[in-house]
């Protein structure tokens, strides 16, 4: 089975920094798109950001500037550095890949159980 496994949520000041992480596993052929999400509640989930297999980066406006993605292929692990952190980033962040299976002709995507982020001000 696959899974997508978070870390590194938790509570800090505004202006702080945070790095998230996830780690997907499983009978995995190759990951295409990786990206993270943010949830808070009355909102529908909405991008943060994305990275391609080859490296190519999509953010949210909210994000530029502050928020940057990266991923290591190798450890099938995506993650996001949060720098200068407001209070309206308070969200539940969700890990997404892109990710095809042995013998499986497309890939599709899978979740993480998310992570609270809380900013305090």
């Known amino acids: 089975q696959i899974q997508l496994v978070e870390s590194g949520g938790g509570l800090v000041q505004a202006g702080g920094s945070l790095r998230l992480s996830c780690a997907a596993s499983?009978?995995?052929?190759?990951?295409?798109?990786m990206g993270w999400y943010r949830q808070v509640p009355g909102k529908q989930r909405e991008l943060v950001a994305a990275?391609?297999?080859?490296?190519?980066?999509n953010y949210a406006d909210s994000a530029k500037g502050r928020f940057t993605i990266s991923r290591d292929n190798a450890k099938n692990t995506v993650y996001l550095q949060m720098s200068s952190l407001k209070p309206e980033d308070t969200a539940v962040y969700y890990c997404?890949?892109?990710?095809?299976?042995?013998?499986?002709?497309?890939?599709?995507?899978?979740w993480g159980q998310g992570t609270q982020v809380t900013v305090s001000s």
């Open positions: 997404n890949a892109d990710i095809r299976r042995f013998f499986v002709g497309s890939s599709r995507p899978y």
């Open positions: 499983g009978s995995i052929s190759s990951i295409d798109a």
């Open positions: 990275i391609t297999s080859g490296g190519s980066t």
